[in-house]
């Protein structure tokens, strides 16, 4: 029997790792940090967008956390997200995963959820 995309990507411990570095890096891309960087000033908010962001990844996975967020396409109305902005992130996303030396099929099957999430994110 193989293992789940959450035991791939190391459990809780790793999600909230590479979630967390991966949004580092979004506040550091110039392409993009212009969406993260506001959010240094409300940090109890940043928060509960990392921690959204973590238990998505995770539930997303197949691990235990429950997500509570809002729907993709509620999360970004009216942000109006192009699709170089999108890539940029996705960039940033597999940025961390190669610091976390998560192997490519692992990756596969990172980039084939993270695609199919564009439709629901990419101008909205």
Do not use: C
Request: proline content about 4%; overall charge negative; glycine content about 6%.
């Amino acid at each position: 029997m193989s293992k789940s995309l959450y035991e791939r990507l190391g459990e809780d411990t790793g999600i909230t790792s590479i979630v967390r570095r991966a949004i580092n890096i979004h506040m550091e891309n110039p392409n993009i940090n212009a969406r993260f960087l506001p959010y240094k000033e409300r940090p109890e908010y940043f928060e509960t967008v990392v921690q959204h962001s973590i238990n998505f990844f995770n539930s997303g996975s197949g691990g235990p956390a429950i997500y509570e967020g809002r729907d993709m396409e509620t999360a970004h109305k009216g942000m109006n997200i192009s699709p170089a902005e999108y890539m940029y992130a996705i960039d940033d996303i597999f940025e961390s995963l190669n610091e976390h030396n998560i192997d490519d099929d692992t990756k596969k099957d990172v980039l084939a959820i993270l695609w199919s999430l564009k439709g629901m994110i990419i101008a909205k």
